[in-house]
């Protein structure tokens, strides 16, 4: 073995390199680095205190970037990032109740919410000026106007409309539907036209035409229904407390008369009534027939009628009157 005395140190380096081989650290395989991994992301560590992790403060600030694509493949233009914006459910609620504020300002003093316009609709007889006249709600704003109490007032005023619809229109219209009752009766009273009558007793003012209304002449108003009360009476019923019945003035089952009696008398007679005996007409013979103001047995009256015509004429006999109010007790009258 040769003298290490007067060897340089880098001559021994080199000599002790050539007596111990290098030794290398040994390369992990995959499969070992694979469990390691999984050891390790099994760990499960946790922090307790203020601490607060940088990440989500990064991506708090985190600001969104922008790409526009050109027309070269593979190429784009980024734009500057922009921030991200996030409103919470409180801020949506104030933006909400902040604007319903301003919105409810502008319809009560704005003038682009102020009545300016009624459309009326269904009238035939009843003019829209008229209805348009009594409404009074031109200039007010929309959100004061109360559908219901203009529906009232409507059928308040207006005896010859039944119904009434009213729609409002935003931002400051008005629609109003009205259906208007239909003339069965046209009442005379000493050979001036008083009224016309509807199928359910309401009377109601004579305008325009009618679609052959049944013409009866009288020299009174037709009877009331029973439990009416008239307009003023019921005004100051309402002013002491008590409540006043809305009944039709003429009672519907009086209207049913008429229009049964119509079918019976002679064609281009006019229909009469009075008080006393009810209604009736005038027969060919010369004669008046009453029949009362009820159809129970309407057709046994008319079977006995007839024999009581053919009974009377057998015996030459010109009555002036003929009464078949009751049933089992006609009679004739031969003077006045």
Do not use: C
């Not at 099994?42 to 922008?66: D, E, L, M, P, Q």
């Not at 502008?106 to 609709?121: C, I, K, P, Q, Y």
């Amino acid at each position: 073995m040769a003298n290490t005395d007067n060897l340089t140190r880098a001559d021994q380096v080199r000599q002790r390199r050539k007596i111990q081989p290098v030794q290398r650290k040994p390369i992990s395989r995959t499969q070992d680095r694979t469990s390691r991994g999984a050891q390790s992301a099994s760990r499960v560590i946790s922090r307790h205190g203020n601490y607060r992790s940088t990440s989500s403060r990064a991506t708090t600030n985190r600001r969104k970037s922008v790409y526009l694509a050109t027309g070269t493949p593979g190429s784009e233009v980024r734009l500057p990032a922009l921030p991200k914006l996030s409103f919470s459910w409180r801020m949506l609620s104030a933006l909400i109740a902040v604007g319903m504020v301003v919105l409810l300002y502008l319809m009560r003093n704005g003038d682009t919410f102020r009545v300016n316009e009624v459309n009326l609709s269904g009238g035939i007889r009843v003019p829209a000026e008229e209805v348009k006249a009594i409404l009074n709600v031109s200039g007010e704003s929309i959100i004061f106007v109360q559908p219901s109490q203009v529906e009232e007032q409507i059928l308040a005023t207006f005896p010859d409309i039944k119904n009434a619809h009213v729609n409002i229109s935003m931002p400051n219209g008005l629609d109003v539907v009205v259906e208007e009752r239909i003339p069965a009766i046209l009442w005379f009273e000493n050979e001036e036209q008083l009224y016309w009558i509807d199928q359910d007793g309401y009377t109601f003012t004579v305008r325009g035409e009618a679609n052959l209304p049944i013409r009866v002449y009288s020299d009174t108003t037709p009877p009331h229904s029973l439990g009416f009360v008239d307009p003023e009476t019921a005004a100051e019923q309402a002013e002491e407390g008590e409540i006043a019945r809305d009944l039709p003035p003429i009672d519907p089952k009086f209207v049913s008369v008429i229009q049964r009696l119509n079918t019976i008398k002679p064609a281009d007679t006019p229909m009469v009534y009075n008080q006393q005996n009810g209604l009736g007409w005038t027969d060919p013979h010369g004669w008046q027939v009453f029949f009362g103001t009820s159809t129970e047995d309407i057709e046994l009256k008319l079977n006995e009628y007839n024999y009581i015509v053919e009974a009377i004429l057998e015996k030459n006999l010109q009555p002036i009157l003929i009464s078949m109010e009751f049933l089992h007790a006609p009679f004739y009258r031969l003077e006045p």
